[in-house]
């Protein structure tokens, strides 16, 4: 089922993921739900804060169009370092029509667990980095327009609300 994406400014994107315990069939639910709603979009990466549920999961697909898809799930995960300096043209699913310039680390290596539950641990650069360290912030509360400087976080804030007509457009 396809769930209804949460634009800012809605308050709901500054809540915190909770810790997940065990993989539960409401979660593989959840999980499948997220997929659906994230290639609908479409999007590399979703985290489930950005649809109301406040847990430590996101996914990610940074597949190209022409290749197979290539789902990953991350449940609790944790980003154990990060090196390096890189610049990429982010958007979000919850700032449609936003693109901007993030300063975000080059490489980041990060440990979680996949949608059987099972850890793994991943190094990642490139738009895999750049997501993950994207989808990570939304897991506590942060979002692209906290890593712009005075003057693009006043204008991309200006053009969110001209968005919100009572309810999301997208
Ligand atoms: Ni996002």
């Not at 980003?79 to 890189?86: A, K, R, V, Y």
């Not at 919850?94 to 290596?109: K, Q, Y």
Request: hydrophobic share 40%.
């Amino acid at each position: 089922m396809v769930r209804t994406i949460l634009h800012y400014p809605d308050k709901r994107l500054r809540d915190h993921g909770e810790k997940i315990t065990t993989v539960t069939p409401e979660l593989r639910k959840l999980i499948d739900d997220m997929a659906e709603t994230m290639y609908a979009a479409p999007g590399v990466g979703l985290a489930a804060t950005q649809i109301g549920e406040k847990l430590q999961l996101f996914i990610i697909d940074v597949a190209d169009a022409d290749e197979p898809s290539e789902l990953r799930v991350f449940i609790n995960p944790e980003i154990l370092e990060s090196t390096g300096e890189l610049t990429w043209a982010e958007g979000c699913l919850s700032f449609p029509g936003i693109t901007e310039d993030i300063d975000r680390s080059a490489r980041v290596r990060v440990r979680a667990q996949d949608g059987d539950g099972h850890w793994f641990e991943l190094e990642a650069e490139g738009l895999l980095a750049v997501a993950i360290q994207h989808e990570y912030d939304h897991l506590h509360g942060e979002l692209m327009i906290d890593h712009m400087g005075p003057l693009k976080k006043r204008l991309t804030h200006r053009k969110m609300l001209k968005r919100v007509d009572g309810h999301s457009v997208a």
